[in-house]
């Protein structure tokens, strides 16, 4: 895999073209709205956690986002060395999925520590029908080891929406306090579950908004 842990975290010199080109391309692509943008901290520990509907989902957060961005992103993107450089000029960074990483969380760890906001989408997948799925547990485990906020992001897009150049809304919601999320007077894994659920459930309120509008 094409990517090493232990090299310092650095600002991409590339990552402002990357937003710049996900602006300049978006609208070739689809019919974006965007709302809750003041709701974005731009400093402290923060992780920015969204629903997964499709491969763009990083760009347009990062393209909308004035705080950059460091993505978790899985690891089958990391074992070929033109797509490991792209992924790396996005500050993302791998992650092997259906088990506990170690090494990335010790990483996610280190963006937060360093000042800046970490990206995941808590389903730990993309998402085809569209629909918010159950979040798994990681979100809430480093938000519970780093002390970090979490803004709940939703990306909604109409499932019966068929254009090629379909409607999309992102909306950052309102940010989710650290010690509002975990009590720490109950079992570790069941603060954590608690609060990977409260995580998923208001991205999934803010869609059932979008979607009954």
């Known amino acids: ?55 763009s989902d990083p760009a347009v957060i990062i393209a909308n986002c004035p705080r950059r961005v460091c993505y978790m992103a899985k690891s089958e993107l990391f074992q070929k060395r033109r797509w490991a450089l792209l992924m790396k000029s996005m ?9 506990a990483d ?5 990483y996610a760890q280190r963006v937060i520590d360093e000042g800046f906001a970490l990206g995941i ?14 979040a798994k547990n990681g979100v809430a485990y480093i938000s519970y080891k780093t002390g970090a906020d979490v803004l709940p992001v939703c990306l909604y897009r109409n499932p019966d929406d068929k254009r090629k150049r379909h409607s999309l809304v992102l909306r950052f919601g309102e940010v989710i306090e650290n010690n ?4 720490r007077d109950k079992s570790r894994s069941e603060d954590i579950k608690k609060a990977a659920d409260t995580i998923m459930n208001e ?7 979008e979607h009954c509008r």
């Open 203 to 209: 991205i999934k309120r803010m869609w059932e908004e």
């Open 121 to 134: 989408f808590p389903e730990g997948r993309t998402v085809e029908e569209l629909i918010p799925d159950q």
């Open 1 to 55: 895999m094409y990517f090493d842990y232990k090299k310092p975290i650095k600002k991409s010199p590339l990552y402002p073209v990357g937003k710049y080109l996900s602006n300049f391309l978006a609208p070739f692509v689809y019919d974006l709205s965007c709302f809750g943008q003041e709701n974005i901290p731009l400093e402290g520990p923060l992780i920015i956690a969204c629903n997964h509907i499709s491969f």
């Open 102 to 106: 170690r090494n990335a969380v010790r």
């Open 180 to 183: 509002s999320l975990f009590h």
């Open 91 to 99: 500050n993302a960074f791998p992650v092997k999925r259906d088990f």
